[in-house]
């Protein structure tokens, strides 16, 4: 099973330029395009420093080193997300690998987009308890997939990239912590931008991948809108051979049912999240790598501390309470592919012809991974992937078996109710075991902090009249 975190892949090669036996670096080489500056190569184009000094022009000089400034005195906070935003909309600009351009979404396709996702919610409807968690249904370009995803990858990568923030302060003496303020600083501004570079790529790759907002199983789009990217489903379905209507309704029918989930049980957004978090604060940063990194600081030398970055210095701590955060966020991500995958299953199957095949095609997708993930893994020592998908959607479709549809989905009103990474294990003892009935405790201890039931009016005299 490859490492890849969230179902994708290594990076591509950029494609040509245009010109003439001419390649475009690899996005990451050179973040800041200093090698434009004289004596230099030629910098990267999928870099906003790039079109400061890669085609140098004297005129020009004091706006570069103005913006050049700027960076350095970054302080935003652990990850520069302008910088992140600017970058990622640079990659989309480029295309895919098969040289696929981003394009705005037209008429046809938005209404294409727009029946499906209803469509898909008729159906889901006699699968799941749970009522259209779509208030609306959208197309959106690989641009638009960016904007609109961009804070929820900070509220991921943010925790993590702090903790960098600390280290890089940390490696030097306690005795010149003092003296060196202004360089501390610097790294921490530097590191910052060096973050939303990375992250930037990372994110424009994979805008020309997925295929709606819930691809990795987290909720990463505005609540309420059900979205596809009309190029990449299309992209998605060519090598197929399956019609490109029954694609995109299959598509549409996964990021409705992802919609109702997280649209109808509301304290699964932040227990995703949460779990994220806490396994992020038991991720510890290889100090070694920064210091290296730090004795050979040059300040007009970015790259080396970009390399520090690349080869990856975050480690998960080998504790018992690690393991345990490990086993709850794989636990949390399995648990709501797999009622997806079976709900998706029930909605589909006797309706597409090819919903087998799909199906297929989907879990080992995200089993297996594509381009651009591994650059999250090596940022941030995390990987976003259901590992037992299988199980849960087994488990879910035995539930859904053994006490119907309302039973099934009647587990996600409190996190006590749902399977355990145990129950994964033994599904048939969890399905017959009896559940307690948290929505009756739940009110018991509403009622209990409320205060006593008010007395009648008759009462109102004897009370006051103590």
């Known amino acids: 099973m490859s490492d890849t975190p969230f179902g994708f892949g290594l990076p591509p090669e950029e494609p040509d330029d245009g010109d003439e036996g001419k390649k475009k670096p ?12 004289p004596g230099g190569g030629q910098g990267g184009a999928d870099n906003p420093f790039a079109a400061m000094f890669g085609s140098f022009n004297p005129a020009d000089l004091g706006a570069a080193f103005q913006q050049l400034g700027q960076m350095l005195s970054y302080e935003g906070g652990p990850v520069n997300w302008d910088m992140a935003k600017q970058i990622a909309r640079q990659t989309v600009a480029q295309g895919t690998s098969d040289g696929t351009k981003d394009a705005s979404v037209g008429p046809a396709e938005r209404t ?182 730090v004795s050979q600081l040059d300040p007009s030398n970015p790259e080396q501390l970009q390399e520090a970055l690349q080869q990856g210095m975050f480690q998960p701590e080998d504790t018992p309470e690690q393991k345990a955060a490990l086993a709850r966020l794989e636990t949390a991500l399995a648990l709501v592919e797999g009622w997806v995958d079976a709900v998706v299953h029930t909605a589909a199957g006797t309706r597409l012809t090819s919903a087998d095949a799909l199906r297929e095609t989907l879990r ?72 307690l009935d948290f929505s009756e405790l739940d009110k018991m201890l509403g009622e209990a902090a409320g205060g006593a039931p008010e007395r009648p009016a008759g009462d109102d005299e004897g009370e006051t009249g103590k």
């Open 364 to 435: 080992r997708r995200r089993a297996t991974g594509g381009p651009a993930e591994q650059t999250f893994a090596t940022l941030i020592g995390l990987e976003l992937r259901p590992r037992r998908l299988r199980d849960a959607s087994r488990l879910w479709a035995l539930l859904g078996d053994a006490r119907g549809v309302d039973g099934r989905d009647a587990l996600w009103e409190h996190p006590d109710m749902l399977p355990t990474a145990t129950d994964l294990d033994d599904p048939d003892g969890f399905v017959h075991r009896e559940q």
């Open 112 to 293: 294409a987009v727009e029946e499906a996702v209803r469509l898909a919610d008729l159906w889901l409807d006699g699968a799941t308890s749970l009522p259209s968690g779509a208030n609306t249904a959208v197309a959106w370009s690989r641009a638009e997939w960016v904007e609109a995803t961009l804070p929820a990858w900070q509220q991921l990568v943010d925790p993590v990239a702090e903790r960098v923030g600390t280290a890089m302060g940390e490696v030097l003496p306690q005795e010149m912590q003092a003296m060196a303020g202004p360089l501390i600083g610097m790294m921490r501004s530097m590191g910052g931008a060096m973050f939303g570079q990375q992250i930037g790529h990372a994110v424009g790759v994979l805008a020309g991948e997925v295929v709606g907002s819930t691809d990795v199983g987290l909720p990463l789009g505005p609540a309420g809108k059900a979205a596809l990217l009309p190029l990449n489903v299309a992209a998605f379905g060519r090598d197929l051979s399956v019609p490109p209507d029954e694609v995109r309704l299959y598509l549409a029918l996964r990021e409705a049912a992802h919609q109702r989930l997280f649209a109808h049980v509301p304290w699964l957004r932040s227990h995703l999240f949460g779990a994220v978090e806490g396994y992020a604060r038991g991720i510890k940063v290889d100090t070694s790598k920064l210091e290296d990194a």
């Open 26 to 37: 690899q996005g990451g080489a050179d973040p800041f395009g200093f090698g434009g500056l």
